[in-house]
């Protein structure tokens, strides 16, 4: 998501197969569109060449490109609700900042000034989020008043919330208790999800970064957000090679060893706090998508639920180890297989085999 004209579509395209529109001029995208995107996974690409099975599942993640943002959206200004509530359906917000300068593209506030154009942005979330607490309030307050004790409890966390945006903060949810992040979990509040700032700039900033790009991403920086630069027109031009090895004599030029749109995908799936796991066999590679800090048998329910209902064990390999001794069963001659039970909490990148009850 962005302001008008902040290269949203032009990115969007550059990671999913679905070519959104893109042209200069406002609200160019209308309805969003949804994109499913595999994840660059050199690991799994690693674990193929040893396996070479029949099938190669890779991780993916879904990207919605949604219309441009205007002031006075969160009032409905530039068809703002509905662009609003499709962010609402979202588990973390990607937000396009524009940094450069092109005079043949308006902008919609008429001047480039990307810290600007955040604080526009995340005014409307945080207006649109006290309109949503007001509602629930209005509603609350009635059960409160009956002496209801959970809804008394509910009400001062509105309240406290209400004061929190008012006074021009923030609602940091790593402020609030758990109990509070679980009442206002079913708001799906905007302004608390976790953004990644992805600074769109042109190809000589990405060679060689101005002292305006470098103070801008610092300053976002220092709100603890997560930042990364790319050219969306340059990722456009990459994507359109078909050949590898040309690609990767682009990216060289530009001194990268990967493509911002790999980057942007790696860095969303981190940004969501997930890992990955493998299962590997002739049949089937394929990556799998977990919670951080997840034990083995919720992980053994990704694949199927009654993987975790009847688990028994988890075979585990490092990954390191298997690209190390190059198959399972060396693997298991050299005793690095590992078994573990239920209370084993699973890494990044295990490669992973469960027994469990039928």
Same mark, same amino acid.
């Given at each position: 998501m962005g302001l008008p004209n902040?290269?949203?579509?032009?990115?969007?395209?550059?990671?999913?197969?679905?070519? #959104?529109?893109?042209?200069n001029f406002p609200f160019c995208t209308i309805d969003p569109?949804?994109?499913?995107?595999? =994840?660059? /996974?050199?690991?799994? $690409?690693?674990?193929v060449e040893l396996v070479a099975p029949e099938k190669i599942v890779p991780n993916s993640v879904? =990207?919605?490109? =949604?219309a441009g943002l205007v002031k006075g959206a969160s009032k409905g200004e530039g068809l703002g609700n509905q662009f609003l509530s499709n962010i609402r359906e979202t588990n973390a917000i990607i937000h396009v900042l524009r940094?450069?300068?092109?005079?043949?593209?308006?902008? *919609?506030?008429?001047? *480039?000034?990307?810290?600007? /154009?955040?604080e526009i942005i995340d005014f409307e979330l945080k207006l649109k989020d006290l309109e949503t607490i007001e509602k629930r309030k209005e509603k609350i307050s009635r059960?409160?008043?009956?002496?209801?004790?959970?809804?008394?409890?509910e009400l001062n966390l509105l309240e406290k919330l209400i004061t929190i945006i008012n006074d021009g903060n923030s609602i940091n949810s790593s402020?609030?208790?758990?109990?509070? $992040? $679980?009442?206002?979990?079913?708001?799906?509040?905007?302004?608390?999800?976790?953004?990644?700032?992805?600074?769109?700039? /042109? !190809?000589?900033?990405?060679?060689?970064?101005?002292?305006?790009?470098?103070?801008?991403?610092?300053?976002l920086k220092t709100t603890g957000s997560n930042v990364i630069v790319l050219a969306a027109k340059t990722e456009e031009e990459i994507n359109e090679l078909d050949n590898y090895d040309d690609r990767k004599m682009f990216l060289e030029d530009l001194g990268l060893s990967e493509s911002g749109a790999s980057k942007l995908i790696k860095e969303t799936?981190?940004?969501l706090n997930l890992s990955t796991f493998y299962t590997a066999g002739k049949k089937e590679v394929r990556a799998w998508t977990f919670k951080k800090g997840s034990k083995a048998p919720q992980v053994a329910g990704i694949i199927h639920t009654d993987f975790e209902k009847g688990f028994i064990k988890a075979d585990v390999i490092k990954y390191n180890d298997?690209? $190390?001794?190059?198959?399972?069963? %060396?693997?298991? !001659? #050299?005793?690095?297989? %590992?078994?573990?039970?239920?209370?084993? *909490?699973?890494?990044?990148?295990?490669?992973?085999?469960?027994?469990?009850?039928?």
């Open positions: 902040v290269g949203k579509s032009t990115l969007f395209n550059c990671l999913s197969n679905t070519k #959104a529109q893109s042209a569109n949804i994109g499913l995107v595999n =994840i660059p /996974d050199e690991r799994l $690409n690693k674990l879904e =990207i919605v490109d =949604i940094c450069y300068h092109d005079e043949n593209i308006t902008h *919609v506030e008429g001047s *480039v000034d990307p810290l600007r /154009d955040k059960a409160a008043k009956t002496g209801d004790k959970n809804s008394i409890i402020s609030l208790s758990v109990d509070e $992040n $679980n009442l206002i979990k079913s708001m799906s509040l905007l302004s608390i999800k976790p953004v990644l700032y992805v600074c769109n700039v /042109d !190809e000589k900033n990405i060679k060689s970064p101005s002292d305006e790009l470098k103070s801008i991403v610092s300053n799936h981190n940004l298997y690209i $190390n001794f190059g198959s399972e069963l %060396k693997v298991k !001659e #050299a005793g690095k297989l %590992k078994t573990e039970g239920k209370e084993y *909490v699973v890494i990044d990148g295990d490669i992973i085999n469960f027994k469990f009850n039928t």
